[in-house]
T-cell receptor, first 116, second 109 residues
Framework: GAVVSQHPSWVICKSGTSVKIECRSL??????MFWYRQFPKQSLMLMAT?????????EQGVEKDKFLINHASLTLSTLTVTSAHPEDSSFYIC????????????FGDGTRLSIL | GQNIDQPTEMTATEGAIVQINCTYQ??????LFWYQQHAGEAPTFLSY??LDGLEEKGRFSSFLSRSKGYSYLLLKELQMKDSASYLC??????????WGAGTKLIIKP
């Protein structure tokens, strides 16, 4: 149980392109989803937290207009990196948590984004 | 401020036992998580402790002492596939997860 699917796994695109990443909870209802980014050999950095049906809460320093998050249902959240630039290249990982704030977060497989 | 400390790197031998420590200082406590992360992959959930004591799950065990702000992850009968980073994360009073930087575990034959 507690499977989270993230798609796509890899994206390579030109600078200025917008990229959408999907995160789905397959066998449970995810009331809260989280978006992280991770640079090589560094720890996870939380970008934003989203609750189903409400606006995402962004961490300090994360541009909400650049990283658009939508959590329209209990099983799907999307992250759109708008007008991506090379410095946005990173490993983006979503996680989902079921009902109950002390439930563990279950992670998707991550999306490796490379902007040329 | 909130702080999670764990060693940067550890080395152990296949078949042996290794203990990875984690100390924390957070505003409130609602549980401690351990995750495993292989290079280039996303973390996978290993364990959750909210009460003092030892939780055992197969070859992996996790211990918590809330009064000492301390936890450890114990890995027995080490296998080469256990080579990974192990992340300690504490849930604070706002139910926010505070992540440690991770301990890279290297297993040698």
């Amino acid at each position: 149980g507690a499977v989270v699917s993230q798609h796509p796994s890899w994206v390579i695109c030109k600078s200025g392109t917008s990229v959408k990443i999907e995160c789905r909870s397959l066998d449970f209802q995810a009331t809260t989803m989280f978006w992280y980014r991770q640079f090589p050999k560094q720890s996870l950095m939380l970008m934003a937290t989203s609750n189903e049906g409400s606006k995402a809460t962004y961490e300090q320093g994360v541009e909400k207009d650049k990283f658009l998050i939508n959590h329209a249902s209990l099983t799907l959240s999307t992250l759109t990196v708008t007008s991506a630039h090379p410095e946005d290249s990173s490993f983006y990982i979503c996680s989902a948590r079921g009902r109950g704030e002390s439930q563990p977060q279950h992670f998707g497989d991550g999306t490796r984004l490379s902007i040329l | 401020g909130q702080n999670i400390d764990q060693p940067t790197e550890m080395t152990a031998t296949e078949g042996a036992i290794v203990q990875i420590n984690c100390t924390y200082q957070t505003s409130g406590f609602n549980g401690l998580f351990w995750y495993q992360q292989h290079a280039g992959e996303a973390p996978t959930f290993l364990s959750y402790n909210v009460l003092d004591g030892l939780e055992e799950k197969g070859r992996f065990s996790s211990f918590l002492s809330r009064s000492k702000g301390y936890s450890y992850l114990l890995l027995k009968e080490l296998q080469m596939k256990d080579s990974a980073s192990y992340l300690c994360a504490v849930m604070d009073s706002n139910y926010q997860l505070i992540w440690g930087a991770g301990t890279k575990l290297i297993i040698k034959p």
